[in-house]
């Protein structure tokens, strides 16, 4: 057993990671795809956002809570739904959604998961939850029963991941031929031939077997008719992952979904998009007047980063790589210490820019700027 | 024979290329002039524009066809002319003809080859086939033999290399002393002497041969009227490569040139001329209204960089060292695997970008956008 | 003892005290809060700033004097508080007093020191010096005893950091369990109970003592009617030490302090704020008009760095590491070396600017602008 | 005698220096003042201009050739005036004289020179050869001395330097405590008492013995009433060296010099300062409508840096560093053959972008453009 070092940011965590994963595991949780111009640059952008703070302000209580979907979390830093926890610890899903709940905030369960629906859902009856949804080919039998069983499992929205009519090509995986371990299983699809692990190990012998998987079953003739019809056929709140533009934001702002993740699928599906964060701005922009909420994952890493995509008009954030770090540390202890790092230094940065609520942070005029904004003084 | 490593993208041809090719085959091709500032810069620059992609389309069925003169070419990247390909491959250019017909796209010979006009025609009859021009001293015998040989092989296209009165000056080549090996031949020059291969191994002694060559023979003093002369005095379409402002492109509009490749050629000719990339734009603005195809080479290495550069106005692009590295690495096969790798890789940035066709992409609009878009929200 | 090698510019200072410190003062002293972006970016932001000097002015007399808050200094830059003197050297606070005052400039005092406020006054009674507070928890007696303190020793302003609610995560000193050694006091608190050494010492046993330290004995509810306050309280001028917004220097205006210190504790707070000299433009603008100065620090290295924020409107300048590193290369001597080393380089920029005075730099037009005029034109 | 390689391009002769030269020579010749942001930025400023090339030219005959002043030059590229020449070579200034005029080109002599003015006019009679003066403190009898030999001995202009009041701090020359060697002679004052290289060796013992020479004996009160008076009192053009902005080179016109250097000393004098190719811009549009001259010199490598430099207005570049490189490779052999690599990268540059002669350059529309242009697209 790796010793358990001081942590005192999320980088600690993925350092720890990238010194114990297997390979192909970490390979498979850290890669983009193609010249992974994306990845990076979700990190890099934030550092382009400049944080005017406000002072001499009573910030001795300062309330990080905010409500998601009108359900209340302890800091807007939400779990985003990545697949096959299995590979970073054997708490799998169950783990990450124990520490989320522990720590306050929301999970989203993958489509992908070594845990069931239900298994997590019993396990962790009282967190809160999300399911997200891969729409899969032929009839639409098998969203139907997905979408069913998350709602009888108590899950509290569906997160329609819109940017993966298949998967991009990770190009580490297509080397490591990549395929998930015998020992795990794909837990929501046990019933369903084909759809199953085997899918994803028996694949053609090269290339990522999840790639592969993808292009086999995922239905890739999904469109805004189908959302229409998902939103009607579902009673729970609809939310559209993966927007990262004015255009299409302002199409579901139309057809009425709940909520927005502008996303890139943390730069794993088409490469040289912006980073999220860059993106953020003209999605905000475009819902405005409306009770659409917009959310945004990828390269979020620390407080401050929650901090400018609240301030620049998020209602929460999401994280993918950290939760698995948060994982691979320690299980559901490590999800939580990681949430809780997190929160911490949001909290600190709220109070040190002078802000007591999260409401401020959505109000206060120019609290986060581009850094052009110095150039054009 | 080194052994054939999975090959997941361009990247990993270069690499095999740098390890395999002797040291001064490579730096012949690899080299751009001077201190390189372009042929950096082209690789660079395209990661300066982002795609805002569209979503929610039915993309289960892309086409990634297109024409190119009025061909049909399987997607929208054809070959470059390079010169020598007998020192990537015993197959030399009719190796990669043959790559480039069986992924169905257009293989352009350059002027500078180790096989004739005639040998690569008759080893791959039905492929599309362009020439390229360069246009040698004194009198115009020379320029109309070599039309006339490439109409009646079939070829279905003049590019005239309008940036190259003579070659840039690439640092490595003058070092390595640079010279055709013995076993290799000027292949279109077998009759004319002075213009075979004795040319260019018979140097004065230090620099480049192929540099020497260039200003010995050819014309430096190649203007419009030999443009308009050449027009006329050919059946086949004329397309003008190596033009990066607006100006010049309005002129070859003007005098009813079929095409323009925006090309630097791969940085090898003057140094410190933008990015092809960054050229296009007033480039295509500039031929807005007529009917001429704008092209662009230099720097293309990933299916994301074609699909910019569509979105950004051109038909279609072209590849130059990386059809080299394809072909050192396997004959026509590598060509043929090279170029299958990139058209799977444009697919999937149409299908994740939401465009079904190579239509969709041209009329999109605010498809694809420099990065200083997100800097100026 | 180590060596004293030439010293040439602070980067030598710098390097001596990397080479010799110990890791935990070391790593203290030169943190900054979480990512670092900030700490960085204070020093790189100073060289997107240009001069445009002026030429062929009499600068055989050069006067690189100033005052501040109408005391005469000998150049523009002075001491910023910076805590625990007694890491660096033996002479402690009282050495850096004595280093500044023999160079003909102010220092400013931490109010968390290893020497007194008594100690330093009776050692420098000549030397101009000022007090920095941070406002403790519970009644106000604490406050109004360190001010009374600082009244009757001779200080002649009151610096008021407000950037400080609590001190910010600086992740090294969480790995190193930063605490203060032994034989170092809190020397303004030595009666104080729970205010003193042991206050740091003593920690939870993990994580930095002074984070804990300051998140349970700093008042974090400081609010602008308690500078109004304090302001009415003491007989000095009050200065607000960390305002890096046009917003919040308007405030300081309205409520009639005598000078402002742009300032982000050099990176050591909130990260992710502007480095220090691009938010100096703004706050300049904003208290035009009015009788307040405006100070910066922050990334103060070199002459010219000086010479930039004065020509962008800042009466003085204030370094905080850089004395540090003085005071571990030769006490009090070492300060003063370095104090001297930078006004001769302030003095070089000055003259081969061609600005004879500090009244010059502060009124020539365009003296210094930043690197994106050059784009422009 | 080390061997003499491929000499390629200016780069290669810098290399050898580096190899060869003493380090005290070398970091006497390569370093800039302080932090070395000018002259590092002068190197990388030509590389944020890009060219945009005429094609289809009859390039065929290329003319470089240029005037200076009146003279005729084989092309824009002259010897700027740098210090002691012996340090480089046993040939000296003697030596690097002979080199530009076999080259075609003009050569500027330093007052701080191993070799007199006499004893290069008397080795190269027929030379282009201009003289670079600094103005000595007290009486202006050593001035008036100097000017009249330079006239006597057939000088054609004198170039006043007025960047340098004294010397800039070159942080290497301090620690390597820099001073002539005893075999090198200050050889323009062998008469004059404390100005001789008595003066320069004989050092308070630290620090760079040439920077206190300059404080000593420069006169740093020369202002432009002085100019006036030296206009007056030659017989030759006056020529103002070290101007980088619009206001001052306004008022040079109103004087009526005869040409202007945008210089910044090779990064030597106030560190911070724009590059040279960037001051380059406002200086001819100040200029604009007189008929004073405007040359550039820093960072010139590359023809391509000789190109961009014309097309932005101006009518010569001067090289510094490079002419000593030369010299240090082979004598008055290797300037010429610098200078004579410099000519060929210009021609290749000039026809490359169908520019046929210099008047072209000057007159071809946005012929070199800033690199936002194409961000601005
Ligand atoms: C290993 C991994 C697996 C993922 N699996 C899914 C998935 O199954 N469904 C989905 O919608 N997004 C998936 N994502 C994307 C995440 O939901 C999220 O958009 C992304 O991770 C955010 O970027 P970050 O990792 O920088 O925080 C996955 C991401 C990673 C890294
Ligand atoms: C080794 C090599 C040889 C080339 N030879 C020719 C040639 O003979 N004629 C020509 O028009 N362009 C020639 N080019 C330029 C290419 O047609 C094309 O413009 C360039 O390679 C595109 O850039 P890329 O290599 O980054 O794809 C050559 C390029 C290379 C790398
Ligand atoms: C080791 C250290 C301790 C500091 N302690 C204090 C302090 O006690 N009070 C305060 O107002 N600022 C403190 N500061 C901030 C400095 O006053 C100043 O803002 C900062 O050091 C300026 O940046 P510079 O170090 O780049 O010059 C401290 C800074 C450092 C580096
Ligand atoms: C070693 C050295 C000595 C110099 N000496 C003088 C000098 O005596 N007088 C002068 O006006 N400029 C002097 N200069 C500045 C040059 O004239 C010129 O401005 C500068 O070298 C141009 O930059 P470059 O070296 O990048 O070409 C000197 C420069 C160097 C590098």
Not at 27 to 44: A, F, H, L, M, P
Not at 110 to 130: R, Y
Request: glycine share 8%.
């Amino acid at each position: 057993v790796p010793p358990k070092v001081i942590m005192a940011c999320v980088k600690d965590f993925e350092d720890y990671a990238y010194k114990y994963l297997p390979k192909s595991a970490l390979d498979y949780y850290i890669s983009g795809s193609n010249d992974e111009q994306t990845v990076n640059d979700n990190i890099k952008a934030f550092k382009r956002y400049k944080i005017r703070p406000r002072i001499l302000r009573d910030v001795s209580n300062i309330d990080t809570s905010t409500t998601i979907l009108g359900y209340k979390i302890s800091f807007p830093v939400c779990i985003a739904p990545t697949a096959m926890h299995g590979l970073a610890h054997d708490e799998r899903e169950i783990g990450t959604c124990k520490g989320a709940f522990r720590a306050g905030t929301a999970y989203t369960l993958s489509t992908i998961a070594n845990s069931s629906i239900e298994e997590i859902a019993e396990s962790n009856p009282n967190a809160l939850k999300f399911y997200q949804l891969y729409i899969f080919k032929k009839d639409k039998s098998v969203t139907e029963e997905l979408v069913r069983r998350a709602e009888e499992a108590g899950y509290k929205a569906l997160f329609l991941t819109v940017d993966s009519p298949f998967f991009g090509k990770r190009i580490a995986d297509e080397k490591n031929n990549f395929k998930t371990p015998a020992h795990l299983k794909m837990a929501n699809f046990e019933s369903l031939k084909g759809y199953s692990r085997d899918g994803v190990s028996k694949n053609s012998g090269s290339g990522s077997g999840l790639g592969e998987y993808s292009r086999r079953l995922f239905s890739s003739s999904v469109t805004w008719q189908d959302v229409i019809w998902l939103k009607n056929f579902t009673k729970l709140p609809l939310v559209l992952k993966g927007i990262l533009t004015a255009e299409e934001a302002r199409k579901a702002v139309e057809i009425g979904v709940s909520a927005i993740v502008v996303s890139n699928h943390g730069g794993r599906q088409l490469d040289g998009v912006p980073a999220s964060i860059d993106a953020l701005r003209e999605v905000v922009k475009a819902v405005q007047g409306s009770n659409v909420e917009v959310y945004l994952d990828g390269g979020v890493r620390l407080g401050t980063d929650v901090f400018k995509a609240i301030a620049l008009g998020a209602k929460a954030v999401f994280i993918g790589r950290p939760a698995l770090f948060g994982l691979a540390y320690d299980g559901a202890a490590g999800v939580e210490k990681l949430l809780n790092i997190l929160k911490e230094e949001f909290n600190t940065s709220m109070a040190l820019a002078g802000c007591r609520n999260v409401r401020e942070l959505q109000t206060e005029e120019s609290l986060v700027v581009h850094e052009s904004y110095y150039s054009r003084l």
